[in-house]
């Protein structure tokens, strides 16, 4: 059932999105039918910013493989990288991503990264700089744990999410929707949802106040719509998500209340089921009675990332 | 031997009080007897506070069962958890305990937690508040770790401790004493000690400067002495620890170093064996003659907390 | 093919460094041979220091032997021990290195552990006081991850480097060279390489600014050469380390930008290998046209990492 997949990074193909969400549902139905596979193999998971579903699903994934994890917590302070070529490291960073990744490398087997954005340097983030260093020189194939433009793993779950909650709907109305946040949030979930979602052929919409475009190059075959109201309407899924502005770039233009998300705003969108990739904060992005109702699937979200991770593990094994 | 346990957070009965201690003593002679009872079962370990025995002796339990244990430390810092019901998050508060611990159900078999008290609202501190949201938010079973007020493994492994040391004494004369401290230290394993000595059917004193008396709930039986030279005679136990005041809550109202524990004080308990749940300051709390002499089971408690561990995962795997 | 050892804290003899050199080798080419020889015995790391190669190099070797390591990072503010005996602990310390090192001896089967220097206070840096502390009291096998003035696990993978790129050179020409570094830095690394070079009987030239001279207890036997051009001659490896002055203890006396090597410094070295035991500050101690090309030895030193610490723990599981 798997074929073998290099590095897992971004959406490739419908094909293989799909083969990732039947394999990822088979697991969830016997979680260790495959406790052989990755016999004395290593996976090393590095964060270079914090993570709680993250962290734990991939490991239980890994586990579920038979697979030794190791975690390894490197945020700025206490091991500081330096990205840049030709550096003189007269200065904070201790380590190049250069020897750090090739002698990660040597240790493991597979590795996966998360290496946050700057969100203050839109050259370097766009071209995901940190994440394509380790990529380039750690020679081993790697798995995105959430990069400076992408959180693939979770658009998985996502789509798996989806694929259990579509019932008998041919072509689901999909509806990312901006949300309120207090803190600067990186681009990369919601780009990654738009992304897997018009990648399997979903029909999407987006909505966020002027001034909340994402990059086109996410967004291209979705529908941009600034009136909430009217994008929500007959909504099968809303995604609610917060993010910085991308032209203004990493600055926050608007906490309006009003776009967070409540029943009231889904009264033309009876049968709507509501996702968001957590943390969330609650009465700010999203309201209780939402979180706490029948809509939600946000707890299956969660439990869905143990199987992303899983397939896509078994997928790099082969 | 074992019957089934659902949560572990404090004394329930003589009954499997014992069963727990005959349970822990049987691992303790043969560890890994039961190496494959929780194969492909999770456990996972929260720490809201820091942890050094608890942490490795429950990794280590655990492990013994055949389990994958995975750690957590979610510090006030690094993930600060909302508890409160209906909170608007847009504070410092990135993630509601409601959506954390449902997550955390559904990624593990077992949880075990640890959340300190905040020692300034006592009500919240008194109800349990941040354990009790976890327990009822996971779904799951739940050992506690220490919670604001009580610390039931600590508790288990100086029973089996007491227990490995009674000889042909009926019925032991156990004397909590009080201690001197720099910081303002929570009640838990004061409460807990009470409350297992006591369920235990032990004869037991508690002996602290006027101020410091404990919430009755936990001491209801037991003898309170303000003179702890009186206290202390013919003891055949005697446990120090540091608790702050729990009537002026969570302050400090005496250092004073006469209440050290020496050689000196035990002069008429020949026989009293010293007890402490470490971390110890010593020369603070007990001098170092005691603690490098032959009165001290510290290190024997401290080794128990595997078995102790061991023992109630076990009765929860059932 | 092993003999017992009971703690590996520095060298020994030639006797025992060749049979570590052979075993790290052979495990090197089939590094799960003897995945059931540590089946149920436990490895703790402790580091009081932060820590990447040592950590996650140690923590395979232990799996590729079966053994469960588990890792604690016990940094000073987390959790500060107190190292002088009779202290009165009524400061900032909160447990005392003879209790927090009998618990984990009753824990673990073998316990390694990382203690930095002061820098500070040379005589208890010279006495390695904290790490003798830790083997004093926690009364099982104790391996060095890197004590006040020594380093014998990278030096055992810098040998095994060596031995790997001997080809047919009877007696090498090894010389350490000081680099220049921005902060003040321990003498570990260097004392140990030359402890190691000279015990396997190699050719050592240490070459370095006037006021760098490392302890002579380590260095008797080699040449002291201040002319690093003189000292670079028809080398066979150079090894690149900076450190801080050991007579006026811990200061820097020196950054001057020539110490630096690079191509140009080897040009009467044509066949120099170049080592460095990672992490490197690139373009301040080492050049990246040498660490990016053919002579750089490092990734190789850093990948023996693994073998070192698997051939150490195997002698001491006898």
Chains 1, 2, 3 share one sequence.
């Not at 990755?38 to 579920?64: D, E, M, Y």
Request: include cysteine.
């Amino acid at each position: 059932m798997n074929s073998a997949l290099r590095h897992f990074t971004k959406f490739e193909s419908k094909e293989l999105g799909s083969k990732l969400i039947e394999s990822a549902l088979s697991y969830k139905a016997d979680p260790r039918k495959d406790i052989s596979k990755g016999t004395g193999k290593r996976i090393g998971c590095i964060f270079l910013n914090p993570s709680l579903r993250t962290r734990v699903s991939t490991q239980l994934a890994a586990q579920n493989l038979g697979m030794e994890p190791i975690v390894l917590n490197m945020d700025k302070e206490g091991w500081a990288l330096e990205m840049k070529e030709g550096a003189i490291m007269n200065k904070g960073t201790v380590e190049h991503i250069k020897d750090a990744a090739g002698v990660l490398g040597s240790y493991f087997d597979i590795l996966a990264i998360r290496a946050f954005p700057t969100l203050t340097n839109r050259e370097e983030d766009i071209n995901d700089f940190a994440f394509g260093q380790f990529v380039k020189y750690s020679g081993k194939p790697v798995i995105s744990l959430e990069s400076a433009i992408r959180h693939p793993l979770q658009s998985l779950a996502d789509q798996i999410t989806i694929q259990e909650n579509l019932k008998n709907i041919k072509k689901p109305k999909v509806v990312l929707t901006w949300a309120p946040h207090i803190k600067a949030i990186p681009h990369a979930v919601a780009n990654s949802f738009a992304e897997w979602t018009l990648g399997m052929g979903h029909d999407l919409t987006i909505t966020h106040p002027e001034g909340y475009e994402l990059d086109p190059m996410f967004t291209q075959g979705a529908k941009i719509e600034h009136d909430q109201s009217r994008a929500l309407e007959d909504a099968d899924f809303v995604y609610v998500k917060n993010w910085s502005s991308f032209n203004d770039y990493g600055k926050i233009l608007s906490t309006d209340p009003k776009w967070m998300l409540t029943e009231k705003h889904l009264r033309n969108a009876p049968d709507a089921k509501v996702m968001h990739c957590l943390p969330v904060r609650r009465n700010l992005e999203l309201s209780d009675e939402i979180l706490d109702g029948s809509r939600s699937l946000v707890q299956r979200q969660a439990e869905n990332r143990i199987y992303a991770a899983q397939s896509v593990i078994s997928h790099i094994l082969g």
